[in-house]
């Protein structure tokens, strides 16, 4: 330790040759001080270098995808060298594997449930057929905000899904409904097929767009907040 007290007695540092000889360090190396890492990082046995970046205002997988394209561009890596992104963006890409499970499996429960309460393979399909009109309902509006799909929108998606099958099994039952009222009535006939049609639907307009606008004034409060957690749970809600 008494070595580094000053730059001159870092020069006497003594240093033996191949030869046997004994020689100082001054006498083989400029010793200066400069500005440096104060300490060397390793990770698996290979020295590593951080970069820490605060990102605000912006979604971090957008601009991880700028990073990439940046360097690419701009940074030529020697052999033996790499790059990769950690911190958040890391824990990112390990959700958005868990959803592309996830989403798959949440649908396949959705239809299972639509089977098991109908009884019929058509009628589950006819409420999955739904689903995407919703979904691409959602997409466009995350467009027209300028949100990235990300884990939060993913959640988001779900949530929406759910309450889609859920507004087709009510409306599926009140068509239902009418329809046997007519049969009972004796009126079968196609012209009696679309007024049961129109009377179901009429039926469930006033509670579809009391439940809709409960759900907005709902999550309207979230989309719009600015507290802690906000950037997560406005992409929920959106």
């Keep these: 330790r008494e070595w580094r007290d000053s730059l001159g ?16 360090l ?7 001080v400069s500005d440096g890492p104060p300490m060397l990082k390793s990770e698996n046995a290979r020295p590593s270098g951080w970069v820490y970046i605060d990102v605000r205002g912006r979604d971090i997988a957008s601009v991880v995808a700028d990073l990439r394209r940046v360097v690419s561009e701009q940074v030529k890596l020697q052999p033996g060298m790499s790059l990769s992104y950690s911190g958040q963006f890391e824990f990112l890409e ?18 299972v449930l639509l089977y098991l309460t109908f009884a019929r393979f058509d009628e589950a399909l006819l409420i999955m057929a739904t689903l995407p009109f919703a979904l691409t309902g959602g997409a466009w509006f995350l ?4 949100f ?14 759910g309450v889609s099958a859920e ?21 079968s006939t196609e012209r009696g097929l679309i007024a049961a049609i129109r009377e179901g639907a009429v039926q469930r ?4 767009a009391m439940t809709v606008a409960v759900i907005i004034a709902g999550l309207l409060p979230i989309l719009l907040g600015s507290g802690t957690g906000s950037e997560v749970m406005s992409r929920i809600a959106a």
């Design 26 to 32: 001054g006498t083989v190396a400029k010793v200066k």
């Design 143 to 146: 467009y027209l905000l300028g």
């Design 205 to 208: 307009v006033r509670p579809k």
């Design 148 to 161: 990235n799909l990300s884990v939060a929108t993913g959640v988001g998606f779900i949530a929406l899904a």
């Design 94 to 111: 390990r959700a958005n594997a868990r959803l592309k499970l996830v989403v798959p499996a949440t649908l396949l429960i959705i239809f």
């Design 9 to 24: 007695a870092l020069e006497q540092l003594p240093i033996y040759t191949p030869l046997g000889s004994q020689i100082t």
């Design 167 to 187: 507004f087709g099994v009510i409306m599926l039952l009140y068509l239902k409904n009418a329809w046997a009222e007519r049969e009972d009535a004796g009126d």
